[in-house]
C-alpha cells in the first residue's frame, strides 16, 4: 500500500511537473516591454555586488596610452558595467561579451568605450581644425562616418567630443576641442553627437557620445595639465556651461567629469555641478564617468583622506561611473553600512548606466556584427569626407602678392622640411585605431600633385627640435636650385593633446633659423605648419610670403595641402582660436571683456595685437559684403530681427565663405565681452555669383546673458551687430 502511495505520488509529481508552465521571461529580457519597466525589472533582481560592478569600468586589452597605464588592463571580470576596449577586433570583444551574457547570473551586457576623437582607422583632422572650418554638417558627417568604423571595432561608446573652451595655447588639450569660443564649441559639439548617436543609439552603426571634460578644465593654470582652475560664477555661465548645455540638449549620452579642481572643489565632486546644474537643472538623463582614476586623485588634490572618503564624496556628488580607480566597487558596500550613502544613490546611478545600455540595444543585440576589415575600415566615402574636412579646415593666413596658388609659370619647388617624408606626425595626438601606414605623405601628395608639371627639390633641413643644422647647407641648395620654395613646418603629434603643455608656442629654434637660412637665399617662401595648436609666428612670419596653416589634417590630409598649394582647392578656413604673436600675449581671444583704457595699458616691449584673431582667413578668390539690411533699427523683446547681407564673390573662382555675426552690448548691467558671436553659416558661392546671408535674431536666445546664478537677463538697450567689416546699431525696447 505503502509503495503504491509512492508510486502515485511520483507520477503526479512527474504530471505536475511537466504540465508546469516554463519561467516567464524576465521582464528586463523582454524587448516589447518600455526600456524603465525593463531597468526597473533588472534593478529589483541585482545583488549590491553586481550594482556597484556595473557602476565601475576598467580596461581590457593592451593600454597604449602612456598618460594612462595601468595594470588592470590585463585582465577583465564580465561583471563590469564597462570596459575601456584598446582593440578592434570585433570577435575578441564578442568573445568578452560573451562571457557576461551567457555566462553571468543576469547577464547583463558589457558597454565597450574608447577614446575616438577625431577617427578611428580614418582619421580626420583634430578638432582645433574641424572648428576653423565653420561646417558643422560636415562634422556631422564625419563622426557619423567615424562612428561606423568604431562600432565595427566593438566599440559602443566613445570619450568625445571634447567642448572644453580653451584659451590657453601652452595648454596642448587645445589639439582636442573646437577653440576658444564658447558658442563655436556648442555648435561643433551638437554636431559631433548628432553624428556618432544617429537618429536611434540602437540602430547598427551608432555609438553613444560623451561631452568632455565637465568642466573649465581649459583653464588650467598656465596652462599647465591637470592643475587648479579658478573660475568666477559669471565666468562659468557665461562661458563654460554653454558647449555641454548645447551638447545635453543634443541628446548626448554621458558626460566625462574633468580633473581639475574648480576653485577648490574638484569637478569628481562638485555636486553644484554635476547635480544641481546637470542633472536637476538641465534634465540630464545620461550618466556621468569619471576622468581617468580621478577619484583616487582627489587625495591629490586634497578632498580626501582616503580611498573610501573620495569615494563618498564623488557619488554623492552625482559621479555615476568610476573609471579605473576601483574605489566604487571596493568601498560602496562600507559606505552604505556607515549609512554615508544611500541605496537610492547607488541605485539612480545603476539606473543612469542600466538605461544608456538598454537604449544602445545592447541587453537585444550585444554582439558587433563582424565585417571584413576590407569593408570595415577606409572606405571610400569615409576617406572622401576626411579629406574635404581637412580642406575646409586648413587656414591660409599670409599670401603675399598672391603667390599662391603655387603659378603654372614656375618650373621647381623646393620642398624642405621635418614635415615632408612624415606620416605620423599628421596624424595629431589620440589617434584612434589609425596607422601611420595608411597616412599618405606630403612627399607623396606633391608627387602626386606636382607630377609631370613642376621638378620638386626635396631636402630635410632639420628635424622638428635639436640643435643639429647639418642639413642646412642641402636645404639652401634645394632653394637656390628651385624657382620657389614651400617649407613644411610644424610639432610632432606627441606635443600636443593630454600632457603635453609648452612653456612657449613659437616654433623650436633650429625650425626658426632654417626659415632665416632659407629666407637668405631671396627665393620666395610659402610654409606650411602642422601643428596641434596656435603658434607664435612673430619670428617667422616676417620671412614668409605665404602662410597655410594645415593642422594635423589626418590620413588623407596630404592631399588636401598639395590640393591648396596647386590652387585645386580654394581655401575657405577661418580660425576658432587666435594666433598670439608671443607667448606672453597669453591670454588672447577675441571676446576678451573690454577694459578701463582701452588706449592704456598696452605692453611697452611687443605689440598688444595677436598677430591673427579668431576669425581671420584668406581665400584665393575675393568676397564683397554689401551693406547690412536690418529689418528695424528697433525691436521689441519679443520681436525677432531679421539681418541680412549679400556676399558677391568678385574673384575669378569658386569658393566657400563662412559669414560670422556678432553681437555686442555696451551698456549691459554685467560687463558683456567686446563682441559675442552668435551665429554663422558658410555657402558655396560660384565666381560671379552673389549669395544673401541671413541672421535671424532672436533676442531671447542671442541677446539674453546668464548673471552669476544662470538666470537669464535680456536688458532692453542699444545693441550692435557685426558681420564682416560692419558694425551697426540697434535698439532693444521693452
Ligand atoms: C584621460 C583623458 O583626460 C580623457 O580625455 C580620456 O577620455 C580618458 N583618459 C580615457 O582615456
Known sequence: MKTFRYLFAAATAIILVSFKKPDPLPLYKNKSASIESRVNDLLKRMTLDEKVMQLSQYTLGLNDNENNINDLSKGFDPHAGSLIYFGSDP??????QKKAVEETRLGIPILFGFDIIHGCK?????????????????????????AKETYLSGINWTFSPMVDVARDPRWGRVAEGYG?????????????????????????????????????????EGGRDYS???????????????????????????????????????????????????????????????????????MNQGVAKDPEQAGERALNAGLDMDMLSDIYRKYIPDLLKQKKITMATVDEAVRRVLTLKFK????????????????????????????????????????????????GSIKSLAIIGPMVNDSTDLMGSWTGRANAKDVESINSALRGEFSGKLQLNYAHGCDFDGKDDSGFDVAINAAKNSDEVVLFLGEKNSWSGENTSRSTIALPEIQERLVAAIKKTGKPII???????????????????????????????ATAITGILSGRINPSGKLDITFPLTTGQIPVYYDMHPRARPYLGNYQDIPTEPLYWFGYGLSYTTYNYSDVKLSSTKIKKTEHLIAKVEVDNTGKIDGKEAVLWYIAHPEATISRPRKELKFFEKKLIKK???????FDLDPERDLSYPDASGKQILESGDYYLMVGSQKVKFEVTD
Request: hydrophobic share 40%.
Open 91 to 96: 570577435l575578441f570583444r564578442n568573445a568578452v
Open 122 to 146: 580614418t582619421l580626420y583632422p583634430i578638432p582645433l581644425a574641424v572648428g576653423c572650418s565653420w561646417n558643422t554638417e560636415l562634422n556631422r558627417e564625419a563622426c557619423s562616418n567615424s
Open 180 to 220: 576658444e569660443d564658447p558658442y563655436t564649441g556648442a555648435q561643433f559639439g551638437a554636431s559631433a553627437v548628432r553624428g556618432y548617436q544617429g537618429q536611434s543609439l540602437s540602430a547598427p552603426n551608432n555609438i553613444a557620445a560623451c561631452l568632455k571634460h565637465y568642466l573649465a578644465y581649459g583653464l588650467v
Open 228 to 298: 587648479f582652475t579658478d573660475v568666477s560664477q559669471q565666468l562659468l555661465q557665461d562661458t563654460y556651461l554653454v558647449s555641454f548645455k548645447a551638447g545635453v540638449k543634443a541628446g548626448a549620452s554621458t558626460v566625462m567629469s574633468s580633473f581639475n579642481d574648480i576653485s577648490g572643489t574638484p569637478s569628481t565632486i562638485n555636486k553644484y555641478l554635476l547635480t544641481d546644474i546637470l542633472k536637476t537643472q538641465w534634465g540630464f538623463k545620461g550618466f556621468v564617468v569619471a576622468d581617468w582614476d580621478a577619484i583616487a586623485q582627489l
Open 360 to 407: 544602445l540595444g545592447l541587453f537585444d543585440n550585444p554582439y558587433t556584427p563582424v565585417v571584413a576589415e576590407s569593408q570595415r575600415y577606409l572606405q571610400p566615402e569615409t576617406k572622401k569626407t576626411a579629406n574635404q574636412l581637412a580642406a575646409e579646415s586648413m587656414v591660409l593666413l599670409k599670401n603675399k602678392d598672391n603667390i599662391l596658388p603655387i603659378s
Open 527 to 557: 610654409i606650411v605648419l602642422i601643428n596641434g595648436r596656435p603658434l607664435a609666428l612673430k619670428n617667422i612670419e616676417p620671412d614668409a610670403d605665404a602662410i597655410l596653416e594645415a593642422w594635423q589634417p589626418g590620413t588623407v590630409g
Open 688 to 694: 560671379g555669383e552673389k549669395i544673401v546671408y541671413t
